[in-house]
């Protein structure tokens, strides 16, 4: 569901400035938080972002408190975060919003040695994560959907 701008013979500097400022005429229906440098493995994390992708906000919020596991309480601090995001940001509604996406990545390791036996020493990784989710508002997309057409339509008849 993303714009593409033809480039159809534009100068360089004329295409990049279309293709910014286009995108910001099409109606806001998402909104994001991140958190960075979590002290927590990504794999373990991944596991929690699994069960709420494409899930209601309310139900993510759910089955976040009843887990018992250290990356619930992360995210749901990062989900509480995206929701305030859209609500304040965008103005739009808590009712219609659905976690669209949801995300771990690495990030850097603290790395530290551990002696072992005949002076020999072993390298422990403390990993990092990057928690990313989008929320977006499920009312809005048909909306959204017919302002790109018209949009997709418009580039094309100027070519």
């Excluded at 005429?25 to 002290?39: M, Q």
């Excluded at 790395?111 to 809005?140: C, E, L, N």
Aim: net charge positive; hydrophobic share 35%; proline share 4%.
């Amino acid at each position: 569901m993303k714009l593409q701008v033809p480039r159809s013979s534009l100068k360089r500097s004329i295409f990049h400035k279309k293709r910014k400022e286009l995108p910001s005429s099409l109606p806001k229906i998402e909104a994001k938080a991140v958190a960075r440098y979590i002290r927590i493995s990504p794999r373990k994390a991944r596991a929690i972002a699994n069960t709420i992708r494409g899930k209601s906000v309310e139900e993510a919020f759910q089955i976040l408190a009843f887990s018992p596991k250290k990356a619930a309480r992360i995210m749901e601090k990062v989900l509480k975060s995206a929701v305030a995001n859209a609500e304040n940001n965008f103005g739009l509604s808590v009712e219609n919003l659905y976690v669209s996406e949801c995300y771990v990545n690495d990030g850097p390791r603290m790395k530290r040695i551990w002696p072992r036996g005949r002076g020999r020493a072993d390298i422990i990784q403390k990993r990092m994560s990057h928690i990313t989710i989008v929320v977006r508002d499920r009312s809005k997309e048909d909306e959204y959907r017919k302002a790109l057409e018209e949009l997709e339509k418009k580039i094309s008849s100027e070519e």
